[in-house]
């Protein structure tokens, strides 16, 4: 079963239909049943409006935003906005939504399968036909964990596309993950582009770098007691600790993936790099509206207990700002300096982190070199041959195969594509030298 409810965040993503950049990604998505798109009737659309509106006027978490609310929809019904198909319709009272309240939990998603699960059960967040649903996209996403890597220099990346869960399945899942993460030298959380999710995965992912029973956030709903959520105990991966955390965000990290990102930055685990996020802090529940819509809206609000707030309107801003597209290299060459700086490292480590930064460093700040100066690099060194193909090289290998160099260092050095950094080039016009990872010295191959 998916736990929705008490995880205290039923909203499985941050947003599916898009307005704007901060509120345009789909965590993890899986391929639907195709069909043609449904044309609403003048009597669907007002059926829809008046349901949307008292959903919100029973639900939303600040009344005083429901005047506005209310309005800007009623209008839009006058106005003939809402005369469109089922996915613009969605897409324009979201956008109707969201400029009324401000509030980016507030959505509308042309969804029929979903409607149609939580339809049969009147209109619940937790029907068998709805948790086999989740099920099956957590199941096929791998619960959000879509990519585990060791970078050089012993770098432990993991991906999270998405924070589902799914009881006595997702928490075995992320002890793998974090298992891995565990024997790195530096540990990198990528959550760009993810949307959000469960705060029981959240709980689940941070509990690992933090001490048990510590409270981490307080969820506020009006006419109900303040509902706490403290660090997990037991820990079958166990816990993280003593080593560089870095996280990855960009403008499309909403919600649950925030929440992280926020954890990590007010109790500082670690340091946030890339874009500020998008700025989705409320607790959302889903209500399915007539005749293929599920409507988000937020009934509830956390609060930090460091900050005593949270990030709703204004996102989580990085520690280290950089574009998103840089923000994995950063990292990198943030981890490998912090390591190196280490007066105690293992001398076999140091080395190892040596070799790594100045390719996460030409990662991150491409070298250029000239054409004139390539043109005078090419050519037979004691039989390797490298070629010039338009502005770049290539070592041609003796089975005929090419592969590409990318410059590395002012003084030559090139990496070489397909061998994942454990061999490289250096070119100075008069010599070559090739030199593996594992080798204390170059060889050294004359021109010819």
């Given at each position: ?77 006058t ?14 009272v ?14 509308l998603?042309y ?34 964990l879509s990519?585990l890597r ?27 993950a ?23 995965a959240?709980?689940?992912l ?13 969820f ?12 997990l ?19 499309q ?5 925030e ?33 293929g ?34 923000a ?16 105690d ?8 982190w ?22 005078q690099?090419?050519?037979v060194?004691?039989?390797?041959i ?23 260092t002012?003084d ?7 061998y ?9 016009g008069d ?17 010819d």
């Amino acid at each position: 079963m998916i736990d929705k409810r008490l995880a205290l965040a039923a909203a499985f993503i941050f947003a599916t239909a898009a307005v704007t950049p901060v509120a345009a990604q789909r965590a993890a998505p899986v391929a639907v049943a195709r069909g043609a798109a449904l044309q609403l009737t003048t009597a669907q659309q007002q059926a829809a409006i008046a349901s949307i509106i008292s959903a919100v006027e029973t639900k939303y978490v600040f009344p005083e935003r429901l005047p506005a609310i209310v309005s800007r929809m009623r209008a839009g019904l006058t106005s003939g906005r809402y005369d469109l198909g089922a996915t613009r319709f969605a897409e324009q009272v979201t956008e109707d939504l969201r400029q009324a309240s401000q509030d980016r939990h507030m959505y509308l998603n042309y969804a029929p399968a979903e409607y149609a699960a939580s339809a049969v059960a009147g209109g619940s967040d937790s029907t068998a036909a709805l948790d086999a649903l989740y099920a099956r996209r957590t199941t096929r996403a791998n619960h959000g964990l879509s990519e585990l890597r060791i970078l050089p220099g012993n770098i432990r990346y993991l991906r999270i596309t998405a924070f589902p869960w799914m009881d006595d399945r997702t928490g075995a899942a992320y002890d793998d993950a974090l298992r891995f993460l565990r024997d790195g030298d530096a540990v990198i959380i990528d959550l760009r582009n993810n949307g959000g999710g469960s705060h029981a995965a959240v709980r689940y992912l941070l509990s690992h770098f933090m001490k048990p029973e510590v409270l981490d956030i307080t969820f506020l709903q009006a006419g109900e007691p303040p509902m706490q959520s403290h660090t997990l105990n037991h820990l079958p991966a166990g816990r993280i600790e003593g080593k560089p955390l870095y996280v990855l965000v960009n403008r499309q990290v909403g919600s649950a993936a925030e929440a992280f990102a926020y954890d990590v930055q007010q109790f500082k685990l670690g340091t946030l790099v890339g874009e500020t996020t998008g700025g989705a802090a409320n607790n959302n529940t889903f209500v399915p509206i007539a005749p293929g819509f599920m409507l988000s809206v937020s009934y509830g609000r956390p609060v930090h207990p460091v900050s005593g707030g949270n990030w709703e309107g204004v996102g989580v801003t990085p520690e280290i700002p950089v574009k998103s597209d840089k923000a994995l290299a950063k990292a990198q060459t943030l981890a490998l300096t912090t390591l190196m700086a280490k007066s105690d490292a293992d001398p076999g480590d140091r080395a190892d982190w040596a070799w790594a930064l100045p390719a996460a460093t030409a990662s991150l700040v491409p070298l250029t070199v000239q054409p004139a100066r390539l043109k005078q690099l090419a050519g037979v060194y004691s039989g390797r041959i490298i070629v010039l193909q338009g502005d770049e090289l290539y070592w041609r290998r003796k089975d005929g195969q090419t592969a590409r160099l990318s410059p590395m260092t002012q003084d030559g050095w090139f990496t070489v594509d397909g061998y994942d950094d454990r061999f490289r080039i250096r070119l100075t016009g008069d010599a070559m030298q090739t030199q593996w990872i594992d080798e204390p010295e170059p060889t050294v191959l004359s021109r010819d």
